[in-house]
């Protein structure tokens, strides 16, 4: 596929979808944006959070926030060099809580039409493990955008496996794919499973490859740019080794 032909067919992935639309939304763009906002709110409430807000106030102010950022076209400032969804949204949510007269606006607008569904138990559940004292509202909001992409991933990836009638092999190979290589290991498993070793590691590998497919994808879903997919690939790596 020549270059041109990429980069035409990647204009179709979610976030430019919605950057080529940020002059006049259209209704695609709009569903997009939405989309983006359910999958990846974690990260901008462990950031609103971190910020000193309590679990009720730090879960009012996301759902405040993301009304906001649907309702009154803040794509305007998503502009083409500040292409990564997940650059634009940690900007987009800093001049939110900046902007009191805004915030509290938005809360009191924000009654009864809730942007996003939010369940305050995996909220917590998903902050508290990485609120450690010396970690910023700004590193811990990289972590979690990390660490949704990857559980987006892993969640599509089982989706493929149920959908063929194989989630129980999915849950017994799952846990390879941290990149563990012990030979115990695999000859345990594989033994419980009734085949050899090495058939185990082929397995693996082929779902290795299928993640890192599916991680692609979902990647291209929060860039303006393909060029930029090896870019966040790197980031998360960085930002979870750390």
């Not at 009734?194 to 779902?207: D, F, N, P, Q, W």
Request: net charge neutral.
């Amino acid at each position: 596929m020549s270059n041109e032909a990429s980069k035409s067919r990647f204009q179709t992935t979610s976030w430019s979808l919605v950057i080529a639309a940020a002059e006049r939304p259209t209704k695609d763009a709009r569903v997009a944006l939405a989309t983006l906002c359910q999958i990846y709110w974690h990260p901008i409430y462990a950031f609103i959070r971190r910020n000193g807000d309590d679990r009720d106030q730090a879960r009012d102010l996301t759902q405040a926030f993301f009304a906001v950022l649907l309702e009154k076209n803040y794509l305007r400032d998503a502009q083409q060099e500040r292409g990564r969804f997940r650059a634009f949204l940690l900007t987009a949510v800093k001049h939110f809580l900046a902007n009191q007269r805004d915030r509290e606006q938005a809360l009191k607008r924000g009654g009864g039409q809730v942007a996003i569904s939010i369940d305050p138990a995996e909220a917590e559940s998903l902050y508290a493990p990485a609120a450690v004292d010396d970690v910023t509202p700004e590193r811990l909001y990289e972590r979690r955008w990390a660490l949704s992409m990857l559980d987006q991933v892993m969640s599509k990836l089982r989706a493929e496996f149920v959908e063929k009638g194989k989630a129980e092999y999915f849950d017994q190979l799952a846990p390879f794919l941290d990149g563990d290589t012990r030979d115990a290991r695999y000859e345990t498993v594989a033994a419980g499973m009734g085949v050899a070793a090495g058939a185990l590691r082929t397995a693996v590998h082929r779902m290795r490859r299928k993640f890192g497919r599916l991680l692609r994808e979902e990647i291209a879903e929060t860039v303006s740019e393909p060029e930029e997919i090896d870019d966040e690939i790197r980031f998360i790596l960085a930002t979870l080794s750390s």
